[in-house]
C-alpha cells in the first residue's frame, strides 16, 4: 500500500473516530431520536398525500376511452392571418389560432393492463397538443404553431412519467394522434376513435376537397 494513500486513510479514520465522540458526548442518550423520527414520518406521510392529491387531479381531466364512436369536431376557418381552430369536445367548443398548411391532434392515453384491465377499469384520453406545419420547410422553421391544451406541467405529469417508466405497470401511457390534415376554410371533420386508433371522417365537402388535394 502506498505510504501516500495510507496516510490519507488514517486521517480519515481518525476524523471518524472524533466525530464519534463529538456525537456520543453530544446525544448519547439518544432522547432526539424518536422525536425526529417522528417528525421525518410526519413529512413523509404529508408529501405522499400532495403527490396523490397532484395524481388524483391529473386523472380527473381524463375521459373514458370508447372503443368506438366520435371523440372530437374539427372546423377550420380562415383569418387574416392564418386559422381558427373549432375543436369541439365533451360538450364544449375551444378555438385555437394557427399557422401552417396543415392541422395534428394529439391525444394523452392511459391504457391499463393486467388485473386493472381484467376486472374492466376503462382506459381514458385526453386532449394533449395541437399543431400547424407549413409544407415548404423554410416557413415550417420560421412560423410553426404548436399549442398545449392542457395545462399540467411536465414535471406532476402522471403520463410523462408512466411514458418515461418500462411499461411493464398497471397503468401504461400510450397515444394516439391525427397525423397533419389540411388546414382549409370551412372544413370540418368528425375524429372517431376505433381499435386502431384515430380516424378523420369528412363532414362536408370542403374537408372531402382537401382531402383529395392533399399531396
Known amino acids: 500500500m502506498s505510504l501516500h494513500f495510507a496516510g490519507m486513510a488514517g486521517l480519515l479514520l481518525l476524523l471518524a473516530v472524533i466525530l464519534v465522540i463529538v456525537v456520543v458526548r453530544l446525544g448519547w442518550q439518544l432522547t432526539w431520536l424518536l422525536p425526529w423520527l417522528r417528525g421525518q414520518l ?6 405522499c398525500t400532495l403527490l396523490l392529491g397532484l395524481v ?11 372503443l368506438e364512436g366520435r371523440l372530437f369536431t374539427v372546423e377550420v376557418r380562415a383569418t387574416g392571418n392564418g386559422y381558427d381552430l373549432r375543436l369541439q369536445h365533451a360538450g ?11 392541422w395534428r391532434l394529439d391525444l394523452q392515453v392511459l391504457r391499463w393492463q393486467g388485473l386493472a384491465h381484467v376486472v374492466g377499469l376503462q382506459d381514458g384520453y385526453r386532449p394533449y397538443r395541437l399543431s400547424g ?12 404553431t404548436q399549442v398545449e391544451l392542457h395545462d399540467t406541467p411536465a414535471w406532476r405529469d402522471l403520463w410523462h412519467w408512466l411514458d418515461g417508466a418500462s411499461g411493464n405497470s398497471w397503468l401504461m401511457a400510450d397515444a394516439f394522434s ?33 382531402l383529395k388535394a392533399q399531396p
Do not use: K
Open 178 to 210: 391525427i397525423n397533419f390534415m389540411p388546414l382549409a376554410d370551412g372544413a370540418r371533420f368528425a375524429i372517431e376513435a376505433g381499435p386502431t386508433g384515430l380516424t378523420p371522417v369528412p363532414l362536408n365537402a370542403q374537408a372531402m376537397d382537401a
Open 42 to 47: 410526519i413529512t413523509l406521510l404529508l408529501a
Open 133 to 144: 406545419r407549413f409544407l415548404l420547410l423554410e416557413r415550417q422553421r420560421a412560423g410553426a
Open 92 to 102: 364544449q367548443t375551444s378555438v385555437y389560432p394557427l399557422q401552417g398548411d396543415l
Open 56 to 66: 388524483a387531479w391529473d386523472l380527473s381531466r381524463y375521459q373514458t376511452l370508447p
